[in-house]
């Protein structure tokens, strides 16, 4: 009775090996696949790195151009080598850990991103707290109520945000609550203070996309025949039907689109960060766009890719806890190979 305990267990640490295992490969795919688009695709687009570190030709003059030993800079940075020799370069350092320096400002790249990295993983996690449980609010409110008022504004309001551009809503949160108002301030990430208005506005746009996603899952989940009879029949409350069966069956496409959402806080938070004045990767990620600042962006690509691979993992995780299907399927799969 006591030999199949082992064997069980060691079959499920095989399992969870070669899980995890299949997971790390994935993760190095996606990484050396979005490390190197990126690269080639850089090195095609128009622009000069060079110009761009000591100024463009409007502000040098052609003249003055002339006058510069460009293969001498373009040597000093390290873009006179060859284009397989710099990316064979720049994946060795990907290995190490060393994202290489910038070639405007010569910091290290890893330093770039630590500076800016804090600001917008609070500004993301600050706005999912309250963008989650605001999206199931609103959903519970557009299926549940009795009152039909009540569930056409919560179905309306979600809808209604989700279309309006958000650089508008930005600049329409700064003119009430900073410049008429005066109680939060309109720029700046320093202090709690500063974070509250660029939190409001994404944390709305989250709340309005899950609340979108949940609407037509409850819907349907209550449309079904375990919610619609089944469960009517057995003397459950609506309520009690949609907390305890309808909400967990409606959250797998939540699950995907909080992964989205995720990705998107992380790399494309670039409008609220420029309406107000904050400091953050997608700031970051334009301001090296433009100055062609390529190891930089090499980085954020890197940076936002391990962000997604994260988020997925996350989110895959989130699905064999809700689904039991997906656990017993993994259960029986560790059962038939102890057997085998």
């Known amino acids: ?3 199949p305990v082992p064997s069980t267990r060691a079959g499920a ?5 070669r899980v995890v295992g299949a997971k790390l490969a994935h993760a190095v795919a996606v990484v050396f696949t979005a490390y190197s688009a990126s690269f080639f695709l850089l090195f095609v687009l128009p622009g000069d790195a060079v110009l761009a570190r000591v100024g463009t030709t409007d502000t040098i003059g052609s003249a003055d151009v002339a006058d510069l030993d460009l293969d001498l800079l373009r040597d000093e940075i390290g873009l006179s080598d060859s284009l397989w020799t710099q990316y064979l370069s720049g994946l060795a350092g990907l290995v190490r850990g060393d994202l290489g320096h910038s070639l405007i400002t010569e910091q290290p790249v890893t330093t770039l991103l630590g500076e800016v990295l804090p600001n917008t993983i609070t500004l993301a996690l600050a706005s999912l707290a309250l963008s989650v449980p605001l999206g199931f609010l609103l959903a519970v409110l557009a299926v549940n109520p009795r009152a039909r008022a009540v569930r056409s504004l919560a179905s309306l309001v979600p809808s209604a ?3 309006l ?4 809503v930005g600049i329409l949160f700064i003119y009430f609550f900073s410049l008429t ?9 320093q202090g709690f203070a500063s974070l509250v208005l660029p939190t409001a506005v994404l944390a709305l746009l ?3 996309q899950f609340a979108q996603v949940l609407i037509s899952g409850l819907r349907a989940e209550l449309g079904a025949t375990y919610a619609a009879v089944t469960a009517p029949a057995k003397g459950a409350g609506r309520l009690h039907t949609l907390y305890r069966h309808c909400l ?3 959250s ?4 995907a689109v909080f992964g989205l959402r995720v990705g998107q806080l992380l790399g494309g938070t670039v409008v609220v960060e420029v309406v107000f004045s904050r400091v953050g990767l997608g700031r970051l990620m334009v301001d090296s766009v433009k100055a062609v600042d390529l190891t930089v962006v090499l980085g954020l690509v890197v940076v936002l890719a391990v962000a997604y691979v994260a988020v997925n993992a996350l989110v895959d995780i989130g699905y064999v806890l809700l689904d039991p299907r997906l656990r017993r399927r993994a259960a029986s799969a560790v059962a038939s190979e102890v057997r085998a």
């Open 1 to 3: 009775m006591s030999e």
């Open 252 to 255: 797998f496409p939540f699950l």
């Open 165 to 168: 551009p958000v650089f508008w």
């Open 248 to 250: 967990r069956n409606a």
């Open 206 to 208: 989250g709340a309005a």
């Open 161 to 163: 945000y989700v279309s």
């Open 13 to 17: 640490a095989r399992d969870l090996a």
């Open 181 to 189: 108002l005066g109680w939060f301030p309109s720029n700046g990430s």
